[in-house]
C-alpha cells in the first residue's frame, strides 16, 4: 500500500521565520497534532481527515516540483505523526533543501538526510504544552538546526533562558540556533528586547513573524 499523506495545504510564500526568513520556499502542511497549543494559529490543521486531502508520496512530490523554488517547509499540524522518512529522503536526492517544523513533543527522525534541518518550536509555559516537550530531542539537534521558543510572558522568557544558558550542554550535544519570537498580540516585542539585553543572552536571536506583518495574520496560504 502507497504511503498516503493528509494535506491541508501547499503553496509557495516567503519563509516567515527563521533562518530562511524572506527566501521563496514551498509549504507543504500536514494534518494532524499531538499538542493543542494556547496560541495555535493553524487550528484547521490539527485533526487528521477533517480539513485535508489524502495524497500518495507520488503526487505530493508531483505538486512540489510544479513550483519553481529548491527550499521546502514541512509543516502542519505536527508533520512528524506522519510517515515522512521516505519523502524527505526524496527530497534530499532531488537536492532540495528540506525545513522541517516540528513541536518538540514527537521523537525526530532515526535517519540524518543531507540537506535536511528541523526548526524544532520549545512550548514554554503559557502554550499548555511545556510538560510534554521530549529533553532527548534536544541532544538530536545539531549546528544548522533551530531551536525556536514563542514567548506571551515573563514566564516564557525565563523558561527560553533556562534552555538557552545550558552551559555545560546537559541537554545537547551541539548547540543549535536559537530563535525567540512574541505570541501575536499577547506581549510587546520591545518586552523581549529588553529582556535579551537585560540578562546578556548573546546566542538567541530575536524575530518577528514576517508573513503576519506583510498579509492579514489569519491569512491562509502565505
Same mark, same amino acid.
Given at each position: 500500500?502507497?504511503?498516503? =499523506?493528509?494535506?491541508?495545504?501547499? =503553496? ?7 533562518? *530562511? ?5 514551498? =509549504?507543504? *502542511? ?8 494556547? /496560541?495555535?494559529?493553524?487550528?484547521? !490543521? ?24 529548491? +527550499? ?20 534530499? +536526492? ?22 535536511? %534541518? ?16 521530549? /529533553? ?12 525556536? %521558543?514563542? &514567548? ?17 550542554? !546537559?541537554?545537547?550535544? &551541539? *548547540?543549535?540556533?536559537? /530563535? &525567540?519570537?512574541?505570541? =501575536? ?38
Amino acid at each position: 500500500m502507497k504511503n498516503k =499523506f493528509h494535506v491541508s495545504e501547499v =503553496f509557495d510564500s516567503i519563509e516567515g521565520e527563521g533562518k *530562511r526568513t524572506g527566501y521563496m520556499s514551498i =509549504f507543504v *502542511r500536514l494534518t494532524g497534532c499531538n499538542l493543542r497549543c494556547s /496560541y495555535c494559529d493553524t487550528k484547521y !490543521a490539527q485533526i487528521m481527515g477533517q480539513e485535508d486531502t489524502e495524497m500518495t508520496e507520488e503526487e505530493l512530490i508531483e505538486r512540489i516540483k510544479s513550483y519553481p523554488w529548491k +527550499k521546502v517547509t514541512l509543516t502542519g499540524g505536527e508533520p512528524l505523526l506522519h510517515s515522512v522518512d521516505s519523502l524527505v529522503s526524496t527530497l534530499s +536526492k532531488e537536492n532540495y533543501e528540506v525545513n522541517i517544523e516540528t513541536n518538540g513533543a514527537v521523537p525526530l527522525l532515526e535517519n540524518r538526510y543531507n540537506n535536511v %534541518f528541523y526548526t524544532m518550536d520549545w512550548k514554554c509555559p503559557s502554550s499548555g504544552e511545556n510538560g510534554k516537550m521530549l /529533553y532527548d530531542n534536544l541532544r538530536r539537534l545539531d549546528r544548522k538546526d533551530v531551536l525556536k %521558543f514563542v &514567548v506571551g510572558n515573563n514566564d516564557d522568557l525565563e523558561e527560553m533562558r533556562k534552555i538557552a544558558e545550558n552551559k555545560d550542554y !546537559a541537554y545537547w550535544w &551541539v *548547540r543549535p540556533l536559537i /530563535y &525567540v519570537s512574541p505570541v =501575536f498580540g499577547e506581549i510587546e516585542p520591545v518586552e523581549i528586547v529588553e529582556y535579551l539585553k537585560k540578562h546578556e543572552l548573546r546566542s538567541v536571536c530575536m524575530q518577528m513573524q514576517l508573513h503576519k506583518i506583510i498579509w492579514n495574520p489569519d491569512k491562509r496560504g502565505v
